[in-house]
T-cell receptor
């Protein structure tokens, strides 16, 4: 069974440009999460999808970030326009249920560098 | 709010040494507790978890016990190997999201 995949693995863009990150969850997982780790700080929650609906987007830093999950399968996270402080590693995770006891399986991450 | 505090690294050990990485937490309700590991060049992998007080999670020789009285979930291994060199993250889930500690880098020398 394939794990969580993310694309691209690395992205280098200039300030003001747009970047779109993609996440493919484990097949059959209704729950999809985005997290990020910036400047060596803690990994922070961004948002949670249940199927195609945003269940919780309390961690989204501002309106330059837009996440979608059309059809309830893969998800995209767009940053527009990118700022220097957006540099970091963006992780996607998926789980079968949203129970606090359930394991969230992580992808390898996308390292974003904004110059 | 919820928070996780883990010892800062790096932790440097010789092969076959005993490992302890401390983790304490603050949470509302009854969280589940997790240890994730990130090997060089890879993503986060679940190492072990415990979902209620006094549960012990174990995997690959690593163990951690959910201590509600001390709000702790310390990671231990009796004899580390060079291949255990990685960054270890303690995390909790009290609702739908994971709250992580800052990560502890472990370096094991032959």
């Amino acid at each position: 069974e394939a794990g969580v995949t993310q694309f691209p693995s690395h992205s280098v863009i200039e300030k003001g440009q747009t970047v779109t990150l993609r996440c493919d969850p484990i097949s059959g997982h209704d729950n999809l999460y985005w997290y990020r780790r910036v400047m060596g700080k803690e990994i922070k929650f961004l948002l949670h999808f249940v199927k195609e609906s945003k269940q919780d987007e309390s961690g989204m830093p501002n309106n330059r970030f837009l996440a979608e999950r059309t059809g309830g399968t893969y998800s995209t996270l767009k940053v527009q326009p990118a700022e220097l402080e957006d540099s970091g590693v963006y992780f996607c995770a998926s789980s079968a249920t949203a129970a606090r006891t359930d394991t969230q399986y992580f992808g390898p991450g996308t390292r974003l560098t904004v110059l | 709010g919820n928070s996780v505090t883990q010892m800062e690294g790096p932790v440097t050990l010789s092969e076959e040494a005993f490992l302890t990485i401390n983790c304490t937490y603050t949470a509302t309700g009854y969280p589940s507790l997790f240890w994730y590991v990130q090997y060089p060049g890879e993503g986060l992998q679940l190492l072990l978890k415990a979902t209620k007080a006094d549960d012990k999670g174990s995997n690959k020789g690593f163990e951690a016990t959910y201590r509600k009285e001390t709000t702790s979930f310390h990671l231990e291994k009796g004899s580390v190997q060079v291949s255990d060199s990685a960054v270890y993250f303690c995390a909790l889930n009290a609702g739908n999201m994971l709250t992580f500690g800052g990560g502890t880098r472990l370096m094991v020398k032959p």
